[in-house]
């Protein structure tokens, strides 16, 4: 009998690894003359284009520059590729693609896939490169967190620029949240694995008058008065993507 549940549980695996695989997939440039491929164009109500919603066994995606899709299939941040050509962020694509057979794969799943096929269809080679940076790191401040534990509500996120407002979600928003503004890697080492409610208000360095966020002092006096965690500086292990090679036009589909 052991042997039984084995040997199907070999065939159900073998059958999960052939279906890691894009069936089909159809990799469009975007013609920026055209203007239903335009920005302007998917802005109007006539765009009627379904995102994928994971899981699924098939991934669409619309007026995307490689570059994201590149951060999006290795893992990284957009600003940590290096050797990037200039249009890498100002071409956009399309790309519709199903996965074979009828297996429905998570978000993390499809990632593997999506690499795949950029390194078919681009020909990208790229390595990873790790560089010692200055950055900061997310610590507790000595009067402890301030943090609000979430308590059933659904993940929410926003950043308009002076405010970040989570809620269910972990100290790594806060983090990214300060990277954003910083523009220097953030690390956090709070030890804080919880999923929390925050509401961050802070001035930009870049708008000290803006009202009304011109009392809230900069991020660094708002996390840590705000939240009771503090940024301190410290030299950070960044991973980055060097690019050795891509090409711009897509192969054919």
Not at 65 to 84: E, H, R, Y
């Amino acid at each position: 009998m052991t042997r039984l549940f084995l040997a199907l549980g070999l065939v159900v695996l073998a059958g999960m690894m052939r279906a890691q695989s894009f069936e089909a997939a159809s990799v469009r440039l975007e013609d920026p003359n055209d203007p239903h491929s335009s920005l302007e164009y998917t802005n109007t109500p006539q765009f009627r284009v379904v995102q994928t919603v994971f899981p699924s066994n098939r991934l669409t995606v619309r007026h995307t520059g490689l570059k994201s899709l590149i951060c999006m299939s290795f893992g990284v941040k957009c600003n940590n590729i290096l050797g990037a050509p200039d249009w890498l962020d100002r071409q956009h694509y399309d790309v519709d693609a199903k996965v074979e057979g009828e297996a429905r794969l998570t978000q993390e799943q499809m990632v593997p896939l999506l690499q795949k096929l950029l390194e078919e269809r681009f020909h990208l080679k790229v390595h990873h490169e790790q560089r010692m940076v200055p950055g900061y790191a997310l610590v507790v401040a000595k009067e402890g967190s301030k943090l609000k534990a979430n308590t059933g509500a659904p993940y929410f996120g926003m950043n308009a620029g002076f405010e970040v407002k989570f809620q269910n979600a972990s100290v790594d928003a806060i983090a990214m949240a300060a990277e954003h503004e910083l523009k220097q890697p953030v690390v956090d080492k709070t030890g804080l694995t919880g999923k929390y409610d925050f509401d961050l208000i802070f001035t930009r360095d870049d708008s000290p008058g803006d009202v009304p966020h011109a009392d809230y002092g900069s991020i660094f006096t708002a996390i840590e008065k705000e939240l009771g965690l503090r940024l301190t500086p410290e030299r950070i292990p960044v991973d980055y993507l060097a690019i050795d090679h891509v090409e711009r036009v897509p192969t054919e589909n």
